[in-house]
């Protein structure tokens, strides 16, 4: 599986948008983004998934490049409930996923 | 939806216990894996099941034995329990050879003194 590199911490203003990018640079042609975030160590939770076009759905947008090396997950209007480990993960279809140590986002009021 | 089922919560064993994990998922999925995480850390892959009879082990396979008897039920043992598996163990499971979520438990936060 292709490795995955994230920024440690974040922080964003409640209101805003909160963009989390995701380098994977040795991404293969086969292998998909996935997304999950760990809220306060309960079980990681599914947001977003994609292989090369851009996605979006009722949690948050997938911004994959075109060169597909690097990825943004964006939540179009955080709040302080989306305070979490964000988790950028790159593997080919139906395989296991491999966790890295993810993005501490902090929602500030 | 049940989804994916972890019992117990928590538990506290002496070193040298042994103690079975139980994950069941009401979803019909064929893959099913668990993870622990330690403090501060992502979470690392144990063991994994892509169907009944067929298991295989992750990065951190030692210490630990499953079996698959069933689609719905993936348990966990741990045969002598030892200070270093104090650890949250996490089960999930998905369709395997599909671009679809895996959905996880809740996990056992297990102590071993």
């Known amino acids: 599986d292709a490795k995955t590199t994230q920024p440690t911490s974040m922080d964003c203003a409640e209101g805003r948008a909160a963009n989390l990018p995701c380098n994977h640079s040795?991404?293969?042609?086969?292998?998909?983004v996935y997304w999950y975030r760990q809220i306060h160590s309960q079980g990681p939770q599914y947001i977003i998934h994609?292989?090369?076009n851009n996605e979006t759905n009722e949690m948050a947008s997938l911004i994959i490049t075109e060169d597909r090396k690097s990825s943004t997950l964006i939540l179009p209007h955080a709040t302080l409930r989306d305070t979490a480990v964000y988790y950028c993960?790159?593997?080919?279809?139906?395989?296991?996923?491999?966790f890295g140590e993810g993005t501490q986002l902090t929602v500030n009021p | 939806n049940a989804g994916v089922t972890q019992t117990p919560k928590f538990q506290v064993l002496k070193t040298g216990q042994s103690m079975t994990l139980q994950c069941a998922q009401d979803?019909?999925?064929?893959?099913m894996s668990w993870y622990r995480q330690d403090p501060g850390m992502g979470l690392r892959l144990i063991h994994y099941?892509?169907?009944?009879?067929?298991?295989d082990q992750g990065e951190v396979p030692n210490g630990y034995n499953v079996s698959r008897s069933t689609t719905e039920d993936f348990p966990l043992r741990l045969l002598s329990a030892a200070p270093s598996q104090t650890s949250v163990y996490f089960c999930?499971?998905?369709?395997?050879?599909?671009?679809?979520?895996?959905?996880f438990g809740q996990g056992t936060r297990l102590t071993v003194v």
């Open positions: 993960i790159v593997r080919p279809s139906g395989s296991r996923l491999t």
């Open positions: 979803m019909n999925h064929e893959y």
């Open positions: 999930a499971s998905s369709y395997a050879n599909r671009n679809t979520e895996a959905f």
């Open positions: 040795t991404i293969s042609g086969n292998e998909y």
């Open positions: 994609g292989l090369k």
């Open positions: 099941s892509v169907g009944a009879g067929i298991t």
